[in-house]
């Protein structure tokens, strides 16, 4: 399960029944709150910087740097994957168009009518398609370290043919972080943490900088693992291919793509989208899987001045 964690209830939602009554919205400050989206689920989000609209799906607001904020006003929001306040559901019953709904609740609390929306890894493609859904709010998207396909033949094939060509040394690294995680005693530790450990233990295929310990980093973060698994196992509800005919957009599309990831491989994005109209790619020499992160000065210029470029 650990290489399919890139990076990240009630079916019936308070806004799938229009019971305004279940929508309730609880401030911290003007920085941060929540929205409760059922009786027992609670999505937090954060609001940091000034500028333009930039609606973020799941994606630690750490992993972007100060100059970002300069530029624009990030609304940083949960789904139930990272949920502190959650209550476990049927997951057979919630379906992908139900994540959809969760991120149109949140977006309606906070009166946001028009914006850029993103998503790191799969949760860009989540973007897409709830721009794809709510094509009257969303400007433009945003996708750092996004898979073009996921949960396909085409995607484990290209993961695995991209790791092999992987300098030895990284791969070494790799191996010996795996053989030490082995020699951990993860049953002591509660799933959460044992997961948390794993993720770590995939740095070299997720971090330009092989040896870089994203403890801290992952530790911020809460996981719902049987969501996760809902949302990204085997069998999980998020399949797709972002160049197939059904995915047709017109709005302009901004990709992110690290040459050190090998947990969503540049190269799934070596074919033509003809579907994709308006869409540019930008690779990062010394990113992995986060180059918001790990070149963010780069990352921050070039989607300034892509937006410039495409804010018709």
């Known amino acids: ?17 229009n019971n305004e009554d279940k929508k309730k919205i609880a401030y911290n400050n003007n920085q941060s709150g929540s929205v409760t989206v059922d009786e027992g689920t609670t999505l937090n989000y954060s609001i940091k910087g000034k500028g333009i609209p930039f609606l973020v799906i799941g994606s630690d607001p750490e992993y972007f740097s100060k100059d970002l904020y300069d530029n624009f006003k990030v609304y940083s929001i949960e789904t139930r994957l990272n949920a502190e306040k959650y209550e476990p559901v049927d997951t057979a019953k919630y379906e992908f168009d139900n994540l959809l709904q969760d991120i149109d609740t949140v977006r309606s609390v906070l009166g946001i009518k028009k914006f850029i929306i993103g998503g790191h890894s799969v949760m860009g493609a989540i973007a897409h398609k709830y721009a794809k859904k709510h094509p009257e709010y969303v400007s433009h ?132 989208c003809a579907n994709l109209s308006d869409l540019t790619i930008f690779s990062f020499e010394e990113s992995g899987h986060t180059p918001q992160y790990e070149q963010s000065a780069l990352f921050n210029k070039r989607l300034i001045d892509w937006f410039q470029k495409t804010n018709k």
């Open 141 to 272: 998207i945003v996708m750092m370290g996004t898979p073009r396909t996921y949960g396909t033949i085409t995607y484990r094939d290209s993961v695995k043919v991209y790791w092999e060509k992987a300098p030895e040394k990284r791969k070494l690294l790799y191996s010996e972080k795996q053989k030490q995680l082995q020699e951990e005693k993860l049953t002591q530790l509660n799933p959460n943490e044992a997961f948390v450990k794993n993720l770590v233990a995939s740095g070299p295929k997720r971090w330009h900088d092989a040896n870089l310990d994203a403890t801290a980093f992952f530790k911020r973060i809460n996981y719902n693992l049987h969501f996760l698994y809902h949302l990204f196992g085997n069998n999980g509800i998020v399949k797709y291919d972002l160049c197939s005919s059904e995915e047709e957009l017109d709005t302009p599309i901004f990709v992110a793509l690290g040459k050190s990831d090998y947990i969503g491989p540049p190269t799934l994005w070596d074919i033509s």
């Open 1 to 17: 399960m650990k290489k399919l964690c890139i990076i990240f209830f009630l079916p019936l939602l308070a806004c799938q029944n």
